[in-house]
């Protein structure tokens, strides 16, 4: 990974994009400095810890707990792409439209866009009443009114506007995806204050050293689980038709046909079940919040069954999570779909008959995989729960998704970047053999 770094380094033009990418990401940092207008930041602070809020407050690198002008960053673009994307496989004008190429593409993105404006103007527009309905939230000099609402959901959604379009710049001009990036530098961003508060816990005792390195070797050995399971991926052999062909009045000959493979990754749906699971589980808690004085019943069976850490709540969080993972997997991945891809290009799987075994075949496979996924994901957010719980750690937020975040976004930025080196020395290979070929003719 250094070497990849260090030889980018030295390639200018690589250089120039490295260098960009970071300009960019600094400036979005600044930005998350810079709080809303209205904004008690300090009394919000202790208002965003865990549930959704907590998870959103995580991705958008702690700029929900100070409700800055990026504070929802990059998620309502999230939310729209992943709605797209699977309105994309179901709505037939949507499904023509991705098969037209560049231009389908273009106009994919621009109903994302749209889309991630109008929800985020929704969210903004939750999360502002949400902030004006608290008179601790509300900064000094402001009254929580119409205008106040307005002034912050004008600025949220200038906000997410920005960010869009810093992220679609780094993709463009830039190394990597400019979304995940974002997501992920904001992460990183919580780590340095979290190791502090982590210190200062040891130095007065409440935590001992060997409580601080279990802590460490257990994140370490989360992060080598994560990439040998995002590395990994059933690879199903294909094979390509061979054609008969020939100049006229030639000898006929072979042409085309190959062999190749096709991947299918064992977490292929990422961190989406996770976000889904979590988002549902806020609901418990709004009912709670809703049925303090009129259902105290209720409001005690959620506070006692259904908080953060309990045993039914680990339990409700992984059968969601499993469900969104088979949700989200068969709408992804259409066996059915690749089957008709496979045969229209004269591809076959060997030993499987073209067709609806095919796509059973594929459909199988998928299943098993989406199970061990599932399983992954389920263990990758019990673990922090139960880590931090043992320990006594919680300054440092240990979050399974978090990790899964940083370690794909890493392997995918570094393998982007390898490609990158490859073209180029490939094309100094090429022009060096033209050169040499000009001065020895």
Do not use: C
Not at 310 to 324: C, K, M, Q, R, V
Not at 326 to 341: A, G, H, K, T, W
């Amino acid at each position: 990974m250094l070497r990849a770094f260090r030889d980018a380094f030295r390639i200018p033009d690589l250089r120039r994009k490295i260098v960009f990418t970071l300009l960019l990401l600094a400036v979005f940092r600044l930005g998350s400095a810079i709080p809303t207008p209205g904004v008690n930041t300090a009394q919000l602070q202790q208002a965003t810890q865990g549930g959704l809020f907590g998870l959103i407050s995580l991705i958008s690198g702690g700029n929900l707990s100070q409700f800055s002008i990026f504070a929802l960053g990059v998620l309502p673009y999230i939310t729209a792409s992943i709605v797209i994307q699977l309105l994309t496989t179901t709505v037939p004008a949507l499904e023509k439209l991705s098969k037209e190429g560049e231009e389908g593409r273009k106009k994919i993105n621009q109903f994302t866009r749209y889309a991630a404006i109008g929800l985020g103007a929704a969210q903004a527009l939750f999360f502002s009443l949400y902030i004006t309905s608290n008179s601790q939230f509300i900064a000094v000099g402001w009254d929580p009114g119409l205008f106040t609402v307005l002034v912050m959901v004008l600025t949220q959604v200038a906000g997410i506007a920005f960010t869009m379009w810093i992220g679609e710049r780094i993709t463009e001009v830039g190394v990597g995806n400019g979304i995940s990036l974002i997501i992920t530098v904001g992460i990183i961003a919580n780590y340095p204050r979290e190791i502090a508060a982590t210190g200062q816990l040891f130095r007065t005792d409440q935590v001992s050293l060997l409580q601080i390195v279990a802590f460490a070797v257990v994140i370490l050995a989360t992060i080598a689980g994560i990439v040998y399971v995002y590395q990994g991926e059933r690879r199903v052999p294909v094979t390509y038709a061979r054609a008969r062909g020939g100049a006229p009045g030639g000898a006929a000959r072979n042409l085309g046909g190959q062999a190749t493979w096709l991947p299918i990754k064992v977490n292929q749906a990422g961190v989406i079940p996770v976000i889904f699971a979590s988002a549902m589980l806020i609901i418990p808690n709004l009912i709670a919040s809703a049925t303090a004085t009129r259902a105290p019943a209720v409001n005690a069976f959620i506070q006692t069954h259904l908080t953060a850490g309990s045993p039914w709540y680990i339990a409700l969080e992984a059968l969601l999570i499993f469900g969104f993972t088979y949700l989200y997997n068969s709408v992804q991945f259409d066996p059915r779909r690749i089957s008709e891809q496979l045969r229209e290009a004269g591809g076959f799987i060997p030993g499987v008959r073209p067709g609806t075994p095919t796509a059973e075949f594929l459909g199988g496979i998928s299943g098993r995989l989406s199970l061990w996924g599932a399983i992954f994901l389920v263990v990758l957010t019990i673990i922090p729960q139960i880590v931090q719980r043992v320990t006594g750690i919680t300054t440092f937020q240990f979050s399974g998704t978090g990790l899964l975040i940083i370690v794909g976004v890493g392997l995918e930025t570094l393998k982007q970047l390898e490609a990158q080196l490859t073209v180029r020395r490939y094309d100094g290979f090429i022009s060096k053999g033209r050169i040499r070929g000009r001065l020895n003719g």
